[in-house]
Nanobody
């Protein structure tokens, strides 16, 4: 089983930056694509970014394109989400997830393992 633990959330002013980390342990994750999801109060969970295990290709939801950047460090078994120019509407619980797939997707239903989430709050 793959165990995922997020960190790096917090409160930031609008326009600020945060970097989320997600550390994996348990089983080799080389064949797992990784994704970041978020869920705001009263809203459905949405996939915002993912990175593929096969070639490191990435995908972003439209509202975060150009502001967020996903990366993975296989030596550290960690995936990161760099979030710049944050907006109040980015406020949500952010979770990382892993799917046994060569090419990633932003569909949460495809993911096998999930972290517990970390709160990101952006003040206006």
């Amino acid at each position: 089983q793959l165990h995922l633990v997020e960190s790096g959330g917090g409160l930031v002013q609008s326009g600020g930056s945060l970097r989320l980390s997600c550390a994996a342990s348990g089983i080799p994750w080389d064949y797992y694509s990784l994704g970041w999801f978020r869920q705001a109060p009263g809203k459905e969970r949405e996939g915002i970014s993912c990175i593929s295990s096969s070639d490191g290709s990435t995908s972003y939801e439209d509202s975060v394109k150009g502001r967020f950047s996903i990366s993975r460090d296989n030596a550290k078994n960690t995936v990161y989400l760099q979030m710049n120019r944050l907006k109040p509407e980015d406020t949500a619980v952010y979770s990382c997830a892993a799917e046994r797939a060569s090419i990633c997707t932003l569909k949460g239903s495809e993911y096998d393992y999930w972290g517990q989430g970390t709160q990101v709050s952006v003040a206006s």
